[in-house]
């Protein structure tokens, strides 16, 4: 049977359900005492109900939306048959993470915003990302197939850095037959998926099993390495490697240049998280080594997913108040709807529109507290978004003993640093090649956080796909040339 | 996995490792350090590395038991493997002919100074080596840097070695001496512990020497990530894993590093407690 007989004729809203099928999810007086993963995944009862939601578009907007192009309409069909194994090789010809796009990927504002069941007000859009993550889970319940790789084409390739771009341009360079080598500079892999997203978000053994299927895959894992340093760009090339992959990341911290930053008890959100995640320190001293410090009243400063980790994974170390402050509105926050809900729901405070002017510390330098002003919105920005103006005299303070700065990420610097023909943008992101991707340094491509500076997972991922596409044909052109 | 080929106690408290880390062994030069993980579960601690040998593909480095994970790695012998072990990290010791360089070091700070010492030695440096403990058992790898030094004065805390005082003591006598004989430092090292560092830097800024720290923060990935190492440094914030660990002396904020230095203070006693009393039985050694 092919594919188009099992799609669905578009159908009438009229016959649907307004509303998602909701997704059972830990309560959170529980959840704020533990580190599980707050929604527990559709049942196959629950995913038939929301797959039975979609109207199966003629032009399917959704699509559209995704910036991978999942055959979303095609996916669903193929839950409706009940045929789980299609459903999931549908979603994994365009995106080889789904089980980390499902839980991850802002779907309210990509597939799910292009969605016409939500255009209608009071009407919800179908829940593609939960059914995504149905499929991803059922593969994992039922058996993972090693995707397909061609013939061997004798070429060595070097990926660094195996977050979300590295992981799909490693994948994919491997399904092309190249021989390829991810690197790594942790002691585990994953990057951001393992060391910033924490385990009440994407349980660290989904990204574990994908790197498992890598090797499967025939990838070989380099931890500990340290691109740039352990070995430098022009060093591969003389090992062998034919095209290199750089997707290091945005992996250094902004701060916000008020007094009482370098205080005791303050933080980057980086740090938080390293500590938190990859480290474990949830589990110090007993099982883990690291220390955190979480006193009883934490403020994280920032609005983005990361800010709204950082004040989650405070109240699971034991945080008696967790507040965010930031200094526009929840309407211009960055943070995924569901991730500022989750928060509301677990009882983090949020103080709006509220700027920060300077961190307060005792004799001891421990931080005391945060000085404040209230911000009314003005004019929008270059960023789109309303700018936030103080008001004058309406200062105020907010006592904490543990503080966090969000506010957002730079490229890590030392593969651009210790590569001297490879052009950056002032502010650290690679240059590269819009159409390939390719940087200044010929063989050499770019991807991801590195490049566009912080932004999502499946941009990140979109972009390793793409790099993929172009090392392929570069390899494959190389040799024609020669 | 990175397997130990050598194991030596210096010390009561302090070891030699000699580890098996070609990558790493290839390309480290004076400066750069090492970030270890002694096994699952692990702390990732920044150290420094005394020695090198390129052609055995090893790195040796000389540890000092102070908590845990000091503790864990000196438990381990030869034939056993360290976890993880990454680098060489940070930038290299800015080597070139200064003239006539000052080495200041003190305790754990001495190996590292070996290294800077060899380097500037056959840079065509004429390399004055002060070196001090609190004791005379505590002086480690003197011998090894005294190698490079055209000259090496000693000082412990309590007389038992050397001058009986401190670093601060040795230096400043090197200089008036020198200035007798119309000479001067063109350049000062600096490595040890933190407060020493503050006061030989103080000493040199009044004599108008230019002068490199090697700093020793708390550090976490050691890549520039997470900002745990975060210095003020003329008034700016450096990352000491990828901007540093070396910086003009002059210019970094010392007071607010021994600040940061003890964050942890209580963690690391309560994780130390912990582990001596599962393991020895609650003691030291």
Redesign the interface.
């Known amino acids: 049977m092919t594919e188009e007989k099992k799609e669905r004729k578009p159908q009438k809203r009229s016959d649907k359900s307004p509303k998602k099928t909701p997704m059972r999810e830990q309560p959170p007086e529980e959840r704020i005492k533990n580190f599980l993963e707050v929604p527990f995944g559709y049942t196959e009862k629950e995913a038939l109900l929301e797959a039975e939601r979609c109207l199966h578009c003629r032009r399917p907007f959704c699509v559209e939306g995704c910036p991978v192009e999942i055959n979303i309409p095609a996916f669903i069909s193929a839950i409706l048959d009940k045929d789980y194994r299609r459903g999931i090789n549908i979603i994994k010809e365009t995106n080889v993470l789904p089980a980390i796009c499902g839980r991850v990927c802002p779907q309210e504002n990509q597939c799910e915003k292009a969605c016409v069941m939500g255009r209608k007000d009071g009407w919800d859009p179908v829940g593609i990302g939960r059914l995504e993550r149905f499929l991803a889970d059922w593969e994992y319940a039922n058996g993972r197939e090693t995707p397909k790789i061609a013939e061997p084409t004798g070429k060595k390739v070097a990926v660094i850095g195996s977050g979300p771009a590295g992981l799909v341009a490693a994948a994919d360079l491997a399904r092309y037959g190249h021989k390829v080598t991810l690197f790594e500079s942790l002691h585990k892999g994953g990057g951001v998926l393992v060391y910033g997203i924490p385990e009440f978000r994407l349980p660290k053994s989904i990204v574990a099993k994908e790197l498992e299927t890598l090797e499967h895959m025939g990838v070989e894992i380099k931890y500990d390495t340290v691109i740039g340093l352990t070995y430098t760009i022009d060093e591969l090339f003389e090992m062998g490697y034919e095209a290199i992959f750089i997707g290091t990341g945005a992996g250094l911290p902004r701060y916000l240049g008020i007094p009482g930053e370098n205080l005791k008890g303050v933080y980057f959100a980086n740090e938080f998280l390293t500590r938190a995640n990859l480290m474990e320190a949830y589990k110090f001293p007993e099982k883990a080594d690291t220390p955190i410090n979480v006193g009883k009243k934490v403020i994280t400063i920032g609005a983005g997913n990361v800010a709204m980790d950082c004040a989650r994974t405070a109240l699971r170390l034991g945080a008696e108040k967790s507040m965010i402050v930031y200094r526009r509105s929840l309407a211009e926050a960055p943070a995924r709807e569901e991730e500022i809900h989750h928060a509301e729901e677990e009882g983090v405070e949020f103080h709006l529109l509220t700027t920060p002017l300077a961190i307060m510390g005792d004799k001891d330098n421990n931080v005391i507290g945060l000085e404040c002003q209230e911000c009314e919105l003005g004019e929008p920005d270059e960023s789109g978004r309303c700018r936030p103006i103080p008001i004058e005299d309406a200062c105020f303070d907010l006592e904490c003993d543990t503080l966090i700065i969000a506010i957002g990420q730079r490229p890590n610097p030392l593969v651009p640093r210790n590569t001297p023909n490879l052009k950056t943008h002032r502010w650290g992101g690679i240059i590269v090649n819009e159409e390939t991707l390719e940087t200044s340094i010929p063989g050499v491509f770019a991807g991801g956080d590195i490049v566009s500076g912080a932004a999502t997972v499946i941009l990140a991922m979109g972009a390793g796909r793409k790099a993929a596409k172009s090392m392929h044909e570069y390899l494959m052109n190389k040799d024609k040339k020669a | 996995m990175f397997e130990i080929v050598r194991k030596e106690w210096l010390h009561e408290v302090i070891f030699l490792i000699e580890v098996k880390a070609p990558?790493?062994a290839r390309?480290i030069k004076a400066g750069n350090f090492l970030v270890f993980?002694a096994k699952e579960?692990?702390?990732?601690i920044p150290i420094t590395v005394a020695e090198y040998d390129r052609k055995k593909g090893t790195v040796t480095c000389i540890i000092q038991v102070v908590g845990?994970?000091t503790k864990l790695l000196s438990t381990f012998e030869k034939g056993d493997y360290i976890?993880?072990?990454?680098?060489?990290?940070g930038k290299p010791t800015e080597i070139k002919k200064y003239g006539l360089v000052g080495i200041v070091s003190g305790g754990l700070g001495i190996p590292l100074a070996n290294l800077v010492a060899k380097e500037l030695r056959n840079a065509g440096n004429e390399v004055i080596g002060m070196v001090g403990a609190r004791t005379k058992e505590l002086l480690v790898w003197e011998e090894e840097m005294s190698k490079y030094c055209t000259e090496m004065d000693y000082c412990t805390d309590d007389g038992s070695f050397g001058m009986k005082g401190f670093t601060t003591n040795l230096l400043e006598k090197k200089i008036k001496e020198l200035e007798k004989e119309g000479k001067k430092f063109d350049m000062i090292f600096t490595v040890g512990p933190t407060i020493m560092m503050k006061f030989i830097a103080g000493i040199t800024k009044k004599y108008g020497i230019h002068t490199i720290a090697s700093l020793n923060p708390i550090m976490?990935?050691g890549?520039?990530?997470?900002?745990?190492c975060?210095v003020?440094v003329g008034g700016e914030?450096k990352?000491a894993c990828?901007d540093g660990p070396e910086f003009d002396a002059h210019q970094v904020d010392f007071d607010?590093l021994l600040?940061?230095l003890?964050?942890?203070k209580k963690?690391?006693k309560?994780?130390y407690d912990?582990y001596l009393k599962e393991c020895c039985g609650g003691k030291q050694k």
């Open positions: 990558a790493i390309k993980r579960g692990g702390e990732r845990k994970s976890q993880d072990v990454v680098g060489p990290l976490v990935d890549t520039g990530m997470c900002g745990a975060r003020t914030i990352f990828v607010e600040m940061r003890g964050q942890y963690y690391e309560v994780s912990l």
